[in-house]
DNA sequence: TTCCTCTTGTAGCGATTGCTACATTGATCT
DNA sequence: AGATCAATGTAGCAATCGCTACAAGAGGAA
C-alpha cells in the first residue's frame, strides 16, 4: 500500500504535465503512460480505472494550481480595485498562465457536460482564486470579501471573452463600469 | 452539387441536435450518422472529413444560436442596467438555455485548445449575443455599447461560476458592483 | 527454504475510431 | 438505347481505445 500509494503520487506530476500540455479531452491511456514512464497497464494498476485516474489527476492539478497562485503573491498590494483588477488579468492572460487557462475552460466543460470529478475540482480552483483574490485587495477597501467576488466575476469573463477573440469586448466594457479609470 | 448541399442542409439540424445534447467531445462519426439517419459513409461523402463536419456544424449552430436569441426578445425593455442584467442571467440559467449552455463551454474551451472551426464559431456567437444585448439595454441609458459591453463580462463570468458551482460567489459579488439592488 | 504478496511485462481481447475501395442504383443527357 | 454521373450500401482497413488474463520476478515472513 505504502509503495503502490508512492508510485502514484511518483505519477501524478508527469501525469499532469502532459495534460497542461497536450489536453485532458484528447488524454488515453498509453500516451499519459508513456509520458509518465510507464505503462498503461500500471495506470490501470494503480488508479483502478480511467475514470479515477482522471479525478484523482483533476484534484492534484487543483492543488498544483492552488500553489502556484500563491507563488504568485504581489510584493506590493495594489491601491485600487481598477489597479488589483488589471494586475491580476493581466496576470491571467500571460503566457506563465496559458496552459492553466487552456485547461481551465476543458475544466469547466466537463462541469457543465458532469463529466466525474471535474465540478469538484473547479470548485476548488475558484474558491482558491477567490481567497486568493481577497488578500490582494487594497487594504482600504470597504468591502473586500464582495468586493472580491465582483472582481472575480469580472476577471473571468473578461478572460473567457479574451480566449474567444473578444479582449476588445472586455476592455471596452471595463470603460463602462465602476471600475473606468478616471 | 444542388442535390449534395441540400443535402447537407437537411443533415445538419439533427446533427446539431445530437451535438447539443450529447456533446461535441464525443461525437464520432457513426452516432452522428445514426442520429441523422444516414452512414458515417455518406456524411464523409458530403462533408468530406470529419474536421470540416465539425467546422460546418459550428458554424450551422452559431446560427441558430442566433435565432434564438432572437426569439427571446422580451416585449417590455427593462428600466434599469440592473434589471437588464438579471433578466438576462435569468435566461442563461433557465432550462431551455441549458443545451445551449452545456455546448458553449464546450466550444470555448476548443477555441482556447485552437481546434479548428471553434474560435470562429465562439466568437461569432459572442459578437450576435453583444448586438442583441445592445438591442436589451434600457432606453435611457447614457452609454448602451459600453454598457452592453460591461454587462456581457458580467454576465458570461456569473454563468461560468454558476457551471462550476459558484453561483452564490457570483450572487455576491453583484451585491459590490455599482449593479447592486439599492 | 518455502510461501506469499506486491509489482511489473507481455500479449491480447473486443469495441470503436476515421476513412476508403468497390459495386450498385437511379436519374438525366445525348 | 447507351452513356454518364451523383448518390448510396456493403465491407473492410489499420489504428487506437480501455481493460484483462497470465506469468514472472522481487522481497519479506514463516
Redesign the interface.
Known amino acids: 500500500m505504502t509503495n503502490a500509494s508512492l508510485s502514484r503520487e511518483t505519477l501524478l506530476p508527469k501525469l499532469a504535465a502532459h495534460v497542461l500540455e497536450h489536453?485532458l479531452?484528447g488524454a488515453s491511456l498509453r500516451p499519459l503512460a508513456k509520458a509518465a514512464g510507464t505503462s498503461d497497464r500500471m495506470l490501470i494498476y494503480h488508479f483502478g480505472n480511467k475514470e479515477t485516474l482522471i479525478s484523482d489527476l483533476l484534484e492534484y492539478i487543483a492543488g498544483i494550481y492552488s500553489a502556484a497562485l500563491d507563488m504568485a503573491l504581489g510584493e506590493t498590494r495594489p491601491a485600487t480595485r481598477q489597479e488589483c483588477f488589471e494586475r491580476i488579468l493581466a496576470l491571467g492572460r500571460g503566457p506563465a498562465m496559458q496552459p492553466f487557462?487552456?485547461l481551465?475552460?476543458?475544466i469547466?466543460?466537463g462541469?457543465?457536460?458532469g463529466l466525474p470529478g471535474y465540478?469538484e475540482a473547479?470548485?476548488q480552483m475558484?474558491?482558491k482564486q477567490?481567497v486568493w483574490l481577497e488578500g490582494q485587495m487594497p487594504e482600504d477597501d470597504p468591502?473586500p470579501?464582495?468586493?472580491?467576488?465582483?472582481?472575480?466575476?469580472?476577471?473571468?469573463?473578461?478572460l473567457?471573452?479574451t480566449?474567444?477573440?473578444?479582449a476588445q469586448?472586455?476592455r471596452?466594457?471595463?470603460?463602462?463600469?465602476?471600475l473606468a479609470p478616471s
Chains 1, 2 share one sequence.
Do not use: P
Open positions: 489536453g479531452g487557462m487552456v481551465w475552460w476543458e469547466v466543460a462541469s457543465a457536460r465540478k473547479a470548485e475558484m474558491a477567490l468591502d470579501a464582495g468586493g472580491a467576488r465582483y472582481l472575480l466575476t469580472l476577471i473571468e469573463g473578461s473567457m471573452l480566449v474567444v477573440g473578444h469586448t472586455a471596452e466594457g471595463l470603460l463602462a463600469s465602476d
